[in-house]
Structure formats: structure tokens, C-alpha cells
């Protein structure tokens, strides 16, 4: 279990997630999902490249920290009580 990645968590190159579902809340902030978008400090635009095996957010895997953008880059904080397989 990993912990749920939201809407402005960091990613590891520095920048965050960028966008996020529009009706799921995790702690009050848009959940991350595979396809959101992404701020890249070194690359630029980005977007969630993998999530979870299990659990689907509005039809998409739901981004956890750890996961990986499209750059490379791994989400590097999320939630701090709400995890996901």
C-alpha cells in the first residue's frame, strides 16, 4: 500500500501534480490519477505515467507516491493516512 497521491503533491525533479479528479477528494484536495498533469522543475509539462493495479478513480488508476510521470520522475509525497494498493 502506498499513500494516495493529490492535486499540488511533489514530484522528485522538483514541481508537483498539476491537476486532479474533479468530484473524488483525498484530505480535501483533488485526488492524482494516471493522465493528470504534471510540473517538471527539469522537463517541463508532464503527466502521471502509472498508478494503481486496483483502484480506478473517474475510469483512471489512482496515482500513488512513489508512481511515475512521464518523465521520469516519481511522486515523492501524498497523503499521510489514506493508502492505496
Known sequence: ??????LSDSISHGGSVTSGSGDV???GISAARVGDSANCSIHGGSSVACG????TIN???AARMGDSTGCGAAISSGSGDVLIG
Open 25 to 27: 477528494f483525498i484530505n
Open 59 to 61: 475510469g483512471a488508476p
Open 52 to 55: 494503481s493495479g486496483s483502484v
Open 1 to 6: 500500500m502506498q499513500n494516495a497521491a493529490r
